[in-house]
């Protein structure tokens, strides 16, 4: 490998040999089948283990439909409000310069990085009957904890930074020049943000809602405190799947389970799909810059 | 604040920094205060009964020791993914580069009882290391096999750019200059990819501290032995000993709170030594 008669560019100087290359890339695959595709293959072998007639019971069992039904509850309260959030964050974050922009920033990110059961301990220290505002809460007949508001108050908690997190690095890189345009040639502050922002933003914009939806079905531990696991009431998929684990009920667990990882399936799709997209508009950017310049 | 700001012709400033600093101070700041507030009241005498235990330090002992480990083998093994998506083409590496991120959609429940099915005594995975002599599940090695699950992205994606990114005629210009892979390997590439490494180190760590869904199901949680911190703060919770529960809950805050600046930092030292570099260029 000490090619100094090699010409630069030449390939062999920065390349392995190939029975390196062979063993760098089955020991990275074997890592990544071992923790990654086995725990995947694994929910949909035990899910179906059983047979198609106990998969297909354990997903139409009324606590099962009414899981799904408090987890979508949840979702469609959440995401709208976390996206709306995080529009206007990256927007008043990107698009000017002001004092604090670095600790509003961390500020954002705090949700991914508290313990979801830490998450879910201060909403009980504040909403529980021994919290904060618990005796006011009860002498008002109000229920937040150990109930719907409760589970849709942390899972609002949990989400929030996505939206943001996503739009914030490609709202910054795309820079102001196309609005302050539109706004010189006489467009309306709404009218700049609907045709020329949310164009530029729209794939960004769209994984972060998908970020938030798998995130928002899928906790577990932040929900796993509030909800109180009350049957028939408080339990969304993934405390279902942890009842019927415990139960014993593995095929059902599973059954539950292949669900929710259907969903993050998806995710990953979704998010190379919205990849590719950004890549693709970006290109189409550029070359309509050389295009210009040449010209 | 505005007052500060150049003179933009983009309106929405107040509105957009209304609604951010509005929505954030109802649904992180406010709630956090109340924590804090409250813990203000707590004895100075009671913290230490409950921080210094003998279970609270085992679970922080295992908490830690866990994930240091956990965040360890991810580093090593997250640069090694990120070297082999960036470098070689092999079959199938599209699909490998989508499939990385599964621990950040999977819900950690599901994580949890899959693995714990992986490696019972009697799992797919279990039934080799069980003939080893090694206990993977309810054991603290179960713990461990969790939290490398749920870190593993982390490393990968934060050096996938920078190797991306990273100009190969500098490795040409130092087997040129006689140097030997392995060298050009410790030298050149090792240094611009370490920042980004240490971040994935860092945000793996943090993530395994707080880690529960994932952990409860292969940890068995025996106290003093399996129990993690998130685990104890749940069983405080159950007890009904909200104090317990809060000061224990207080503790991890202030340790998401260095980890955060510390990551925040981390990054910023890695944008710097980048655009020094580039000015060195």
């Known amino acids: 490998m000490s090619g100094i008669s090699q010409t630069p560019g030449n390939s062999r100087s920065v390349n392995e040999s190939l029975p390196v290359r062979m063993l760098l890339i089955f020991t990275a695959l074997l890592f990544l089948v071992l923790f990654l595709i086995l725990p995947l293959v694994a929910v949909f072998y035990n899910a179906f283990h059983e047979g198609l007639p106990v998969y297909k019971q354990a997903i139409t069992d009324p606590a099962t439909i009414h899981a799904v039904i408090l987890t979508f509850l949840a979702v469609f309260c959440a995401v709208p409000l976390n996206c709306a959030f995080g529009v206007a964050a990256a927007w008043a974050i990107s698009k000017f310069r002001f004092r604090g922009k670095n600790a509003l920033i961390t500020l954002i990110d705090l949700p991914l990085t508290v313990s979801p059961v830490v998450s879910g301990t201060i909403f009980i220290l504040i909403f529980g009957a021994h919290g904060l505002l618990g005796p006011w809460l009860s002498a008002h007949n109000i229920k937040i904890i150990f109930a719907i508001p409760g589970i849709v108050l942390v899972t609002i908690f949990v989400t929030l930074p996505f939206v943001a997190r996503e739009l914030l690095p490609v709202m910054t890189a795309q820079g102001n020049f196309d609005e302050e345009a539109a706004l010189t040639l006489g467009a309306s502050g709404w009218k700049t943000f609907l045709r020329i922002t949310l164009p530029n933003i729209r794939w960004g914009l769209f994984y972060g809602v998908v970020l938030s939806v798998a995130r928002a079905m899928g906790e577990f531990g932040a929900v796993s405190v509030v909800s109180g696991h009350i049957r028939g009431k408080t339990i969304t998929m993934p405390l279902h799947v942890e009842i019927l684990y415990n139960e014993y009920n593995f095929a059902a667990a599973f059954a539950v389970a292949s669900l929710l990882t259907f969903v993050s399936i998806m995710t990953l799709g979704l998010k190379k799909y919205a990849e590719v997209k950004t890549a693709r508009q970006n290109k189409e950017l550029e070359d309509f810059m050389t295009e210009k310049r040449m010209l | ?281």
Request: hydrophobic share 55%; charged share 10%.
């Open chain 2, 1 to 281: 604040m505005a007052g500060k700001r150049k003179k933009s012709v983009i309106p929405g400033f107040g509105l957009t920094m209304g609604i951010t600093t509005g929505y954030l101070g109802l649904i992180v700041l406010f709630p956090l205060a109340c924590l804090f507030f409250q813990t203000l009241d707590v004895s100075l005498d009671t913290v230490q009964k409950t921080v210094f235990s003998g279970r609270a330090l085992a679970a922080f002992g295992l908490s830690f020791g866990a994930s240091f480990a956990a965040a360890c083998v991810n580093t090593v093994f997250g640069f090694l993914v990120a070297w082999v998506l960036v470098r070689y083409t092999f079959p199938g590496r599209f699909l490998v580069d989508a499939m990385v991120d599964l621990p950040f959609a999977l819900p950690t429940a599901v994580a949890g009882i899959s693995l714990t099915f992986l490696y019972a005594q009697n799992g797919w995975l279990g039934k080799f290391l069980y003939g080893l002599g090694i206990p993977s599940v309810y054991s603290r090695i179960g713990v461990f096999i969790a939290l490398i699950f749920i870190g593993l992205p982390f490393v990968v994606r934060t050096v996938q750019p920078v190797l991306v990114n990273f100009d190969t005629q500098v490795e040409e210009a130092a087997a040129s200059l006689g140097a030997s892979r392995f060298k050009a390997f410790t030298r050149v590439i090792m240094p611009e990819v370490l920042p980004s490494a240490i971040t994935g180190f860092a945000l793996a760590f943090a993530r395994a501290l707080g880690e529960y869904g994932s952990v409860v199901f292969i940890s068995g949680n025996m106290p003093h032995r399996t129990e993690i911190v998130p685990l104890l703060i749940m069983t405080r919770l159950e007890e009904y000993d909200y104090l317990g529960a809060q000061i224990l809950a207080v503790v991890m805050l202030v340790l998401s709170f260095c980890f955060l600046f510390l990551i925040n930092f981390l990054q910023y030292w890695g944008q710097r030594h980048h655009r020094m570099q580039e000015c060195v260029a």
